[in-house]
């Protein structure tokens, strides 16, 4: 049991139970187009289908009635064991009830690939595996004997509306129909009955007996896989995720399994047709407990995924890396030429926020949350993100692609005419514009890294011009943007801090020993933390628009790591580490904050900041124990 999962426990048995689930408790499956959450009473709470955007059709995570789909031993909530197939995202629960021991596999299935792929224009050729678009559910009685029980309730359009059943005629299986068009289909070899909105199955497996079910949504007219076909599924998807994951370079190190699990998640949250990232899983789950702080994770932001390839290139990921140019190449920019800070994962431009008051939110938080208002919000540090993945990548691959150039140059032209103006920063936050110490950062990387890549193209002059450009930003930011105590302040009209000024450790903005590099690090670990744990900023001192206060930001921790490691505080840098560790969710999961006061995870989950930032941070302190060997 971990450190978390005790104080769950002890909270449990203290308060007044929720109905709903801690949120580091949910297993994590995924596809590569969609993913699901699993609740450790084996219902699958969360799935949109068919891709990570789509309105879910088991909500119950967002509110309790809006659709579920259980598999698993009747009348048992808690199982004796959850671990995921080693190095893959296949999941498997062990039940121990009265009678007997059951095993239950469950895992969205990728495999190889069969069929036509359909083109649109921001599809990749085709990869030899994709998603099947299934979620195959098997079971083993281990021992004894053990009543098995399937409940599937969709709720359609974030549980608006209910399924209607019809048994198929040709096949053994069920088919929700929504308005009259066929839409999900079930097939399973127990015996199933249909309960109005719901399918219900109950069946005795002895030892050594297997079940299993099937949910399909790519061809609902398509007989799902049968019994034989289903097992063998769950085995291709095991071999797909670990020969992915072969191919990454990671440590002999006794942090191998968490950079293992984390890379599984950040993959996990690629969109294959585009090989788009999402920031998270989820939409909604709250920052504050029962608060305001809900937002819709489900897209791609430039920031996020320019930051995961960064990590990823920590493991010598490269093909993802390739995929994502692909996609920012092939984006369309806004009017001036600058990139949208975020889009949609197959590229689209309009993220409309709406509000759905139909749902009670994740334990009453409200509002639940479908799009995000910030996708035409002006952030600054979007021109660096994206230029300083473009050089990472170029310095990896060894040739800078042609497509990519007029890339650099008009995002080096956005950043030069905006690195003056005020912006929402990298927190996007909805209250007034400041000149944000770390959008001006980003500016400074932007400048930097496109003189590099100039430089590489043999382009002297806009080379010479944009490194004066970074000149005169840096200038400006140890003019303005440094505190009398010599820290790196959160905005120019602010002494207050924040953490994302470790950013400008990260990306070498000034060497490791400068001083003031070194104080903003002491002054992020001693006067922005909650019990050891980094907070993005003092939601008392900041008015990013919002009410309540939020937990600790998991990626700040992470960062701070990896500042303290980069400033040569290894000791510090590896207990905090060690610390961080402990928090994760029992299968090693991140959520967005971490409520340092209560020990729970809080916010979208799992969320690709925060295993991106544990990716970098152990890779960093790794690199600097083998250097501090030699
Ligand atoms: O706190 C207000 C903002 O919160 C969200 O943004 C956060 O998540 C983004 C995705 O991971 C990340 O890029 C950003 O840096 C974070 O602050 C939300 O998406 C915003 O709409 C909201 O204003």
Redesign the pocket.
Known sequence: MTAIDARITAEATTTVPSPFPPIAQYAFLSDCHTGALIAPDGSVDWLCVPAFDSPSVFGSLLDREAGMFRFGPYSIAHPTARVYRPGTNVLETTWRTTSGWLLVTDALIVGPREGACVVTPHTRPPADNDAAHLLVRTAVCLNGQVELELVCEPGFDYGRTPAAWALAADDPCVAATVNGEPNLRLGSDLPLGIEGTRIRGRHVLHAGERAYCVLSWADPSATPPGSAQAHAMIEATTEYWRTWLAGARIPDHRWRDPLQRSALVIKGLTYMPTGATV??LTTSLPETPGGE?N?D?RYT?M??TTFTLKALHWLNLEWEAEEFMQFVADVEPTEDGSLQIMYGIDGRRDLPESTRDDLSGYEGAHPVRVG???FDQRQNDVYGAVLASILLHTRHSRRLPRRLWPIVVSQAECATNVWQQPDQG?????GEPQHYVSSKLMCWVALDRAATLAGIRGDNTRAETWRDTAEQIRADILAHGVTERGVLRQHYGTDSLDASTLLAVLFGFLPPDDERLRNTVEAIADDLTEHGYVLRYRTDQTD?G?SGKEGTFLICSFWLVSALAAVGQLDRARDMMERLLTIASPLGLYAEEFDAEAGRHLGNFP?A?SHLALIEAAGRIILAEVLQEL
């Open positions: 920031a998270a702080r937002w994770y932001w920031r996020d995000n208002a910030a990298i927190w996007e936050a909805r990013d919002m969320q900041f």
